[in-house]
């Protein structure tokens, strides 16, 4: 049987990656909508190949490149904000949400509205909008399956299990490039190096907030979000070898783990076949000659974006939102030069001590909060 799929964020990393498993199934897909930012050339490439219905980019300078691209060819095309808002709510029976940042917030929204499954690599968008996009899955019956390794470990441990059974839930953290540097070294880290991540090929901005430990003080919100054992039940430990994907121990001491490659296909075939199970490329685990896994508690004197994050959570309201907006405006900041790489979690736990903003309700309120955060993040960095 066809099923139809739609892949926010196409032209990235994750976007990538899901496409490559879709090309190896071909006949069991039909694609409908693919969606860019800006690269207009990859993402024609890409609507071509996989004969897509509609192609659009965020940014509408970039359409007349994309109709150029797709010219000759059935496929539609549109550009802006709310034509990815638009295309978002096309029906199809399964959407991958992989824009970076807030941006993908509002058209993942749309997708969820829809009732059907939403595969959530985005995380951004489920930091900031929290309850607001919890309470429309439950509303809308979306079914709303988990990307990110660590999630999609978890929810794999949780199969067969009760929640209310469930003694902690460990989120694994690689530790990222900068895992043994000192404080010294971490004032002068250049991008180049942020980005250079020792176990994942990711996007730039994901990267970066692996380097700062930012990547997983998001995910710890997330994990509360989709698993709902209480914020005192959630732990981070950090796994240099990233095989272990994360860890639900349950109250009788029993241990479940979720071990991989360190390869995002396979998360990502685990929503595209969920409840199934499909093959992918990913060499099989070696443990033989992986030898060790080990395990560290994680340094919040040297990286405290976990606390900052966790704290944004216990705070609940708009902390999260403000957090993941001060965040993205300051990584964006450190991969242009403007700051140093310490100033990251410094700006974000800055625009966290500021008055915050009402607990917004609905999905307006959340993009107003973050639309205010992100300019008092400007108006911060230029007297930073
Ligand atoms: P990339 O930077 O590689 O790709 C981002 C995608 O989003 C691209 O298609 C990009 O288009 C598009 N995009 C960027 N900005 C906007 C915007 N303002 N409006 C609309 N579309 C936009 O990111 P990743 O694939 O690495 O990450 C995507 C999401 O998945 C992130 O939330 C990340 O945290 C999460 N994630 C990623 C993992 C990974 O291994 N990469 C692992 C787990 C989670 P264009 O190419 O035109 O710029």
């Not at 990267?207 to 430990?213: L, N």
């Amino acid at each position: 049987m066809t099923r139809t799929i739609s892949i926010l964020g196409a032209t990235g990393s994750i976007g990538a990656s899901a496409l490559d498993l879709i090309r190896r199934e071909r006949g069991k897909w039909r694609v409908v909508a693919l969606t860019a930012n800006g690269n207009a050339e990859q993402l024609a490439k890409l609507a071509r190949e996989f004969d897509a219905e509609i192609a659009v980019v965020a940014h509408e300078d970039a359409l007349p490149a994309l109709r150029e691209g797709l010219s000759g060819t059935a496929i539609e095309t549109a550009g802006g904000a709310a034509a990815l808002v638009e295309v978002a709510s096309r029906p199809v029976d399964i959407t991958i949400a992989a824009i970076v940042g807030c941006a993908g917030l509002a058209p993942t929204m749309a997708a969820i509205e829809q009732g059907k499954t939403v595969a959530l690599a985005n995380k951004e968008a489920l930091v900031s909008a929290g309850d607001v996009m919890t309470a429309a899955v439950v509303r809308t019956g979306a079914t709303l399956l988990p990307v990110d390794s660590e999630h999609n470990a978890i929810f794999q441990c949780l199969q067969g299990g009760k929640i209310e059974d469930v003694r902690w839930i460990t989120l694994t953290a690689s530790g990222g490039p900068f895992r043994e540097w000192s404080q010294d070294q971490l004032e002068a880290a250049t991008p180049k190096q942020a980005v250079a991540h020792p176990n994942w090929d990711m996007g730039a901005k994901i990267s970066v907030d692996s380097a700062t430990m930012m990547n997983k003080g998001l995910e710890f919100i997330e994990a509360h979000h989709l698993f709902p054992v209480g914020l005192d039940r959630l732990r981070i430990i950090v796994h240099p070898q990233s095989i272990i994907h994360s860890m639900v121990e349950y109250r009788d001491g029993s241990t479940l783990a979720q071990l991989g490659p360190s390869d995002m296909r396979v998360p990502i075939a685990s929503t595209l076949a969920w409840p199934a199970r499909m093959d992918t490329p990913c060499a099989p685990l070696d443990l033989a000659s992986i030898g060790n896994l080990s395990f560290q508690a994680t340094d919040e004197q040297r990286f405290p974006a976990t606390r900052l994050a966790r704290e944004a959570a216990e705070a609940g309201g708009a902390a999260p939102a403000v957090l993941n907006a001060a965040n993205e405006i300051a990584v964006a900041a450190f991969l242009d030069g403007q700051i140093k790489f310490t100033q990251i979690s410094a700006i974000v736990a800055r625009m966290l001590e500021s008055a915050l903003p009402p607990a917004p309700a609905s999905l307006d309120e959340v993009l107003g909060v973050d639309e205010a955060a992100r300019r008092q993040t400007r108006e911060l960095l230029v007297s930073a």
